[in-house]
């Protein structure tokens, strides 16, 4: 046991660890409202179920974090078609909050969507890593994988689930640029993008989906401030009133019947009421801990599909954080992305700790090479001398990969 804790990062177990904890704490504090008045269901309901998936995150995280992440290239076409029926399937279950997004087992529900964000950063980072010797060409390096993406995309935004889809898109975004596809083609992708947008728009263009819109940038509108934009107009009240230290655990205000399900995607205004700056201080900077690590091991990992994996992992927190924080602040649409590891879901919860297993596993792959070629150097060196600590740092840039110039980077060539 030792020699497999030997190269765990901790970082990537304690820090999630300890958001869950303090969302946990927070979905009580924010839902026990809600889970009476409109549910008629006990005041701890919505804390004990997110008990229950936080004990079931903790073998999921433990199994991703020992099963070497090399080994998904081979379950890429099962998981893929997986995820396509479940997709598909969905569509024909009933409907949850006007949208088809759910599947409902009795006791809990699942959302294929979440399934489909960590399946397409595998999906992706495997493809693009065996391509790297033919990136150059947009049809048959760039384009295939791209067809897939295409259609999980399209029926997510049928649910509809715009939020979850804008995600996955700008995910596969990050992870095809990180791969080192060409200007010129990315380019080409953002124009057939723009175009499709604009050939679609006409017929997604719902009373719905205009309100979101209003309700964001026209909240304080006398037609719009008891509409469209109460949400935002409480959110704003919640986060005034909390000024710097806040209003004390437990006392928030808005919760009580004003801001519309505080527990989910508008979790950060109680908790900017109730502890105020400091409180949402220390939330965005534990994420931003996950971030900047899973952004560090994608640099130290000199395996391509590892570097892609963890790339990809580390902006899907970073880009579900921004685009949660810009609803409850306005900047953006209200579009029910939750905030991770914070906000009530348990679907959500167990995708983001198997996505910390799996950077976890890249970020043991990449402490053991290092180790492996320490240990190498030292057994290497005629003077009989351990190295020191910048000699071990040197010599990890040795690996049995080498890497070609590519636009403002590089890219990795077996």
Known sequence: MKKRLRNFDFTLLFTPLLLTAFGAVMIYSASYTVAVVKYDWSATHFFVRTLVWFALAIPVFAFFSFVPYQKYHKVIKPLMLVIFLMLVLVLFTGKVNGSRSWFSLGFFSVQPAELAKVGMIIYLASIYSKKQSYLDSFSKGVLPPLIALGIILGLIVIQPDVGNASIIFLISCTIIFSAGIKIRHLSLLIVAGLLLILAVSPHMVTDERVSRFTGAYQPFDEEHVQDDGFQLVQSYLAIGTGGVFGDGLGQGVQKLGYLPEPHTDFIMAVIAEELGFIGVAAVLAMLAIIVLRGLYIAKQCQDSFGSLLAIGISSMVGIQTFINLGAITGLLPITGVTLPFVSYGGTSLLILFASMGILNNVAK??????????????????????????????????????RGKTRGGERWTN
């Open 365 to 402: 792959h990449v402490r053991s090479q290092e180790l492996i070629v320490s240990d190498s150097t030292f057994t290497q060196d005629k003077r009989g001398k351990r190295p020191s600590n910048r000699q071990r740092i040197r010599t990890t840039s040795t690996t049995t990969q080498t």
